[in-house]
């Protein structure tokens, strides 16, 4: 059965420093793997996607993540972190049937 | 241009209503999803409808019933809800493995 694991259900970090959110995935097979972000009563934006073309994706607002197949994981990370990028993040894996699976979700507080 | 639409925004509804969701998406992408989300977890899968036909149904109760009249509109019929039906509800698309979310309907039963 495919998972998605979020180790942190809360990271905070102060304005201007890095931002990491991690991601473990089990799959039988290479996934696709999401990053969503969701601000409060807003839907879900793509931040970014990893399909096997390159380990390192970079998504917008200055996000990335990078897959690491022998660790099983999918870790975003943000270099200097801004007060706008306090939300709440997901993970997800897709699912061949055509479904997402999500991780349980990160929320992420910026402290100036 | 990869933007969905979901109307209304908010709805209010008592027990013994009956309202519809609506999403619409341009894109001719014809595999369109339903979820239902609650306050600080993930989006939960309800319905999976593939070139206008639905393909997947997670046991939702038949108070809630879905319909896509064509490849651009996806309804979901409100019918005798309940308080815990209460949520944030996503209406998306897929092109390919990636799934592109409305900005959703916030749903208060009362």
């Known amino acids: 059965a495919q998972s998605v694991t979020q180790l942190d259900s809360h990271v905070s970090v102060s304005e201007g420093t890095p931002v990491l959110l991690r991601c473990n995935y089990s799959s039988s097979y290479s996934p696709s793997l999401f990053w969503y972000v969701q601000h409060p009563n807003k839907g879900l934006q793509l931040l970014l996607k990893y399909t096997s073309a390159a380990t390192l994706v970079k998504g917008i607002n200055g996000f990335e993540a990078e897959f690491k197949k022998s660790e099983t994981s999918f870790h975003l990370t943000k270099p200097s972190a801004h007060m706008s990028d306090a939300a709440e993040y997901f993970c997800?894996?897709?699912?061949?049937?055509?479904?997402?699976?999500f991780g349980q979700g990160t929320e992420l507080s910026v402290k100036p | 241009d990869t933007e969905v639409t979901q109307t209304p925004k908010h709805l209010v509804m008592g027990m013994t209503n009956k309202k519809s969701l609506k999403c619409e998406q341009h894109m001719g992408h014809r595999a369109m999803y339903w979820y239902k989300q609650k306050a600080k977890k993930p989006p939960e899968l309800m319905f999976v409808y593939s070139y206008e036909k639905l393909s997947i149904n997670e046991s939702v109760p038949s108070r809630f019933s879905p319909e896509c009249p064509n490849s651009s509109l996806l309804n979901l019929h409100l019918h005798a809800l309940q308080p815990e039906d209460s949520a944030l509800y996503l209406c998306?698309?897929?092109?390919?493995?990636?799934?592109?979310f409305g900005p959703g309907t916030r749903l208060t039963v009362l």
């Open positions: 998306t698309h897929r092109r390919g493995d990636t799934q592109y």
């Open positions: 997800a894996l897709y699912n061949q049937g055509g479904k997402l699976i």
